[in-house]
């Protein structure tokens, strides 16, 4: 076990946990593969249901196994299989504590369904009156505090929905991406090792990936060991890990603008297609657009002023983050048509 410490380990998470034999894992967080055709470097991401459904149980069965009695157990899954995984926690005796939402903006776009913009993240614990839970680590601002400076609000703030819409999606533009097909935000991790584990607490990630685990857990004072099927991903969570000594959790900014929120407005510039300088030129539609975006990023308790908004745009147009906006032309306000009167007779023509 102790080959496990702060190790990305090489291997089949089923294999490696089964010769371990002993809990050690404080907390468990657990991303495995969706079953939805991915490309992975190693993994072949669609395979038979029925075997997906056998596989599920026999690895949350390994990670139970390791699992300390007051240990808690967080699954993330797509709608193909969260019901195995539930069955599964049922069978080998887990407690539901929350069915988390990740909705994020901007899902997959398909022709003939709804766009998919959510993620399952069932939160489970051993022993249902046991467990780690720092409430006081995860506390949001609510609106009795903000909003109606309501007396009787609780100052430490309330706690974070079961829907947690906060975060998007690593896109390519963020700091933190890794070039991994399917990397999880840090700061959803951070949120969930902060609630459910105490600092020297012992954190297992059984499908690694890019290493998104360990590398918040090592920021947040954490053991960690994630184990990966693939030698490439287990070479690339040791890169992160070893550069990340010292760095905040990435998306997280006590300067107000971050680079979550920065792919939000850019997100938005993009879906409105009206351009930075008919913004700039127009307050009715620099406030529409304000409200929209306030209202996406939940900001509708401290907002962001318009004029704040618009000066981001235009810096993030200048630092080309923003992208050229694609089928659109600027509408133009139809010029009067000048249409020259005849030169009278004997008048000397002018321009
Ligand atoms: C959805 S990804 C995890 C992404 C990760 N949460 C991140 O933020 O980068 C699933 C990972 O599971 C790995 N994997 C698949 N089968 C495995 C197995 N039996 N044991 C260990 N890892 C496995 C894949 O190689 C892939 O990296």
Redesign the pocket.
Known sequence: MEGLRNEIKLG???EVLSKIGEPFADLIFA???FNIGYK????HDKVDKKNFAAWTKD?MAACNLVLKPQGSFYIAIGDEHVADVKVAADELGLEMRNWIIWHYAFGQQMKNKFARSHTHILYFVKDKSDFIFNDDSVRVISDRQKKYQDKRANPEGKMPDDVWDEYPRVCGTFKERTG?P???PESILARIIRVSSNKENWVLD????????AVTAHKLNRVYTG????EE?VKEAERRIRECKGLPIEGESKQGWNEHLEAELKWLYHENKVPTEQLDADSFLLTLFSEKFNTRVRKTRNPFQPREIRDRLIQMRKSAKLGPLRGHSIPRKPRKSHTRRKPLENEVATK
């Open positions: 089949d998470c089923i991303d495995p593969p992975y470097d190693k993994y690895w991994f399917c990397q999880m059984p499908f690694s990936g890019s290493g998104t685990t184990i990966d099927i693939s991903y």
